[in-house]
């Protein structure tokens, strides 16, 4: 990959959001284009903002559906889904909407980066 990865975070909880920005600080393989607390503020992102990968918590206030996957799949962009919950019949259908993985929040941060590098490949 020649250029960056352009890389949008959603999730309600600070502490994640500046976690993952402080690891892909120094990353010249990344860019974060924005993190932000909401499906919603990240569609706003998208209305001015090129963005590959998005990292979605799947467990916020808003709430994240199989709708809120499909309305960024349609957009083009490859999701990431990253959370503590791991109910199998939840991130499938989650996957059968579109989005190529998942991540817990439970695994490093290396194996979150190793997941954008296989997604911004095609795979899952």
């Known amino acids: ?16 959001r500046e976690g993952i920005l402080h690891y892909f600080d120094d990353s010249t393989k990344h860019d974060v284009v924005a993190a932000v607390t909401s499906p919603k503020e990240a569609l706003a992102i998208l209305e001015s903002r090129e963005v590959d990968i998005i ?4 467990r916020m206030p808003e709430g994240v559906d199989e709708s809120t996957i ?8 490859r ?5 503590l919950m791991e109910e199998s019949c939840v991130v499938a259908s ?5 989005a190529m993985g998942f991540v817990s929040k439970a695994e490093t941060l290396e194996t979150l980066a190793e997941a954008t590098f296989a997604v ?5």
């Open 1 to 16: 990959m020649s250029q960056p990865i352009r890389i949008l975070i959603v999730d309600d909880h600070p502490v994640v």
């Open 55 to 58: 990292i979605l918590d799947i």
């Open 70 to 77: 499909a309305s960024f799949v349609d957009r083009g962009i």
């Open 79 to 83: 999701i990431i889904l990253f959370s």
């Open 94 to 98: 989650f996957i059968e909407a579109g």
């Open 120 to 124: 911004a490949r095609g795979g899952r």
